[in-house]
């Protein structure tokens, strides 16, 4: 597409100094020539513009499908590494992928590697919120950061299946998260940092002594 611009572009440069290189302009033969060229001029105009919106559309949506099949593959091959290097966190990985999802009783379950493992799938979902909400207001992406954000929902709703999980995550709330991963984890999850939910918790006691 790029190399048709080239080839359009070059046509018309030439054209343009043939005229002006032998004056043809001056001539009453090539009058019509000249209001030819200048037809060709808008329309060859209107063709780079379009080619160019054109060219931008296929950038930008190969970039956003590019961003999301990277984000995705880290949400699950990321912690894999951890549960590879690890096997004794299977009963993690059962407890946080498998469709039960229920938390699974371990004698002596390794809450720091367990902790490790959250962090990492919670950092990578905290940069999706920040494309979330840095595009789900314009219309061109709205529609499709939509289907991106259940795909992610869908995979984070199997994970808070684990109340270790949950657990994990309002840790990551109250240390790390910043304003708007904290936004799209209240708006979807209703989780908020603890030092909020004490606020809430004291709020409601007053409304109800009020």
């Not at 990985?93 to 902790?115: A, F, K, M, P």
């Not at 314009?138 to 289907?147: A, G, Q, R, T």
Request: aromatic content about 16%; some cysteine.
């Amino acid at each position: 597409m790029q190399l048709d611009l080239i080839a359009v572009l070059f046509i018309f440069i030439s054209s343009v100094f043939i005229f002006y290189k032998f004056k043809l302009y001056n001539s009453e033969k090539h009058k019509s020539a000249i209001q030819l060229l200048i037809g060709l001029n808008v329309i060859f105009t209107v063709y780079v513009l379009y080619k160019s919106l054109q060219i931008h559309s296929e950038d930008v949506a190969n970039n956003d499908s590019v961003f999301f099949d990277k984000l995705m593959t880290g949400l699950i091959d990321s912690p894999s590494h951890i549960f590879i290097k690890y096997p004794k966190m299977k009963y993690y990985y059962d407890e946080i992928y498998n469709e039960d999802g229920s938390t699974i009783y371990v004698e002596n379950r390794d809450e720091y590697l367990e902790q490790i493992i959250t962090y990492d799938i919670l950092n990578k979902c905290s940069q999706f919120t920040e494309y979330y909400y840095g595009h789900i207001d314009i219309p061109s992406y709205s529609d499709k950061i939509k289907i991106y954000n259940v795909k992610v929902l869908k995979l984070m709703n199997q994970h808070f299946k684990s109340d270790a999980f949950k657990k994990y995550t309002i840790m990551y709330l109250n240390d790390l998260a910043g304003p708007i991963p904290m936004q799209w984890f209240k708006e979807f999850y209703n989780l908020v940092p603890s030092n909020m939910q004490n606020t809430q918790i004291a709020q409601a006691q007053n409304n109800n002594t009020n």
